[in-house]
């Protein structure tokens, strides 16, 4: 199983800065034939069920704010917010669907 | 709009069974692969099952295996998760998803609590 490991698992940023998460994959998600990563990432606020920011590592869903953004290729990716905005507290989680499915553990955002 | 409405969940001892379901609108159904990823209490999530649109893949977590059988009428636009021989470990909410590669739509949720 390819295991999806989050960092920091938590952080504090003031309204307005930015705020970048880290993912890391046990084996690379980059499929060669089509050169796309197979990465997704999401959010979910408390007490509501995940939504879909972010796929192929770096392609943004549509309607979600373009402070949004995904980079990275092989085994580590970022999930940035450009400026925090107060509505962006959140847990958020990185997923691969290269092999399976499977999810990071999360990492939480709230302000400082 | 694509929603989907999951129902089913509740209080069940060890060993018990509990029928999910997920009624799908918004969407051609039929067209689609589906899902179930659960959340146990203050955890993380863990994809479940899925099954192809034509209902003749199905795929699942190793842990739930030979217990939980995911299922679909797509005349009714419904996904369906038999969960058998139950465990305190299978405590959580369980989403139903609409699945493109990645899970693009999710319900709401029902909460499953296996307890004595």
């Known amino acids: 199983d390819i295991v999806m490991t989050q960092s920091p698992d938590s952080l504090a940023v003031s309204l307005g800065e930015r705020a970048t998460i880290n993912c890391k994959s046990s084996?690379?998600?980059?499929?060669?034939?089509?050169?796309?990563?197979?990465l997704a990432w999401y959010q979910q606020k408390p007490g509501q069920p995940p939504k879909l920011l972010i796929y192929?590592?770096?392609t943004r869903e549509s309607g979600v704010p373009d402070r949004f953004s995904g980079g990275g290729s092989g085994t580590d990716f970022t999930l940035t917010i450009s400026s925090l905005q107060a509505e962006d507290v959140a847990v958020y989680y990185c997923?691969?669907?290269?092999?399976?499915?499977?999810f990071g553990q999360g990492s939480k955002v709230e302000i400082k | 709009e694509v929603q989907l409405v999951e129902s089913g969940g509740g209080f069940v001892q060890p060993g018990g069974s509990l029928r999910l379901s997920c009624v799908a609108s918004?969407?051609?159904?039929?067209?689609?692969?589906m899902s179930w990823v659960r959340q146990a209490p203050g955890k993380g999530l863990e994809w479940v099952a899925n099954?192809?649109?034509?209902?003749?893949?199905?795929n699942y977590v190793d842990s739930v295996k030979g217990r939980f059988i995911i299922s679909r009428d797509d005349a009714k636009n419904s996904l369906y998760l038999q969960m058998n021989s139950l465990r305190a470990e299978d405590t959580a909410v369980y989403y139903c998803?609409?699945?493109?590669?990645?899970?693009?739509?999710w319900g709401q949720g029902t909460l499953v609590t296996v307890s004595s």
């Open positions: 998803a609409r699945l493109e590669d990645y899970f693009d739509h």
């Open positions: 918004g969407f051609t159904f039929r067209n689609y692969w």
């Open positions: 099954i192809k649109y034509d209902g003749n893949d199905k």
């Open positions: 084996q690379s998600l980059l499929y060669s034939s089509n050169n796309k990563n197979y």
């Open positions: 192929w590592a770096s």
């Open positions: 997923q691969q669907y290269y092999t399976s499915w499977t």
